[in-house]
Nanobody, 126 residues
Framework: QVELVESGGGLVQPGESLKLACTIS????????IGWFRQGPGKEREPVSC????????KYADSAKGRFTISADIDKKTVYLHMNDLRVEDTAVYYC???????????????????WGQGTQVTVAS
């Protein structure tokens, strides 16, 4: 069993930044990929970014490239998503998930057993 807990969401204005955190506990192995997905109001769930913590291999969806940075602290068992220059269209509930396939689209759900956090709300509004 793996547990993930997201934090760091909030209400910000366009152009501002937020740092999300995903803290992992349980039977997690640091060579399993972890991803951030999001689901905006009235939208389908979509990948944002993913990382392999052991090898620090990162991938981003086009919507995140150049603005978001994913990182991992293995000792703290935490994955971060630094989000800069936030836009109204970034408004969504952000979830972390493991394991996933970490590909050039920012992550893909391919495994039968996945573990999700409860999500953290990010709202970008002026």
């Amino acid at each position: 069993q793996v547990e993930l807990v997201e934090s760091g969401g909030g209400l910000v204005q366009p152009g501002e930044s937020l740092k999300l955190a995903c803290t992992i506990s349980g039977l997690y192995k640091d060579y399993d990929n972890i991803g951030w997905f999001r689901q905006g109001p009235g939208k389908e769930r979509e990948p944002v970014s993913c990382i392999n913590p052991r090898y620090n291999d990162t991938k981003y969806a086009d919507s995140a490239k150049g603005r978001f940075t994913i990182s991992a602290d293995i000792d703290k068992k935490t994955v971060y998503l630094h989000m800069n220059d936030l836009r109204v269209e970034d408004t969504a509930v952000y979830y972390c998930v493991t394991p996933i396939l970490c590909d050039s689209d920012g992550g893909r759900l391919v495994y039968e057993q996945e573990y999700w956090g409860q999500g953290t709300q990010v709202t970008v509004a002026s």
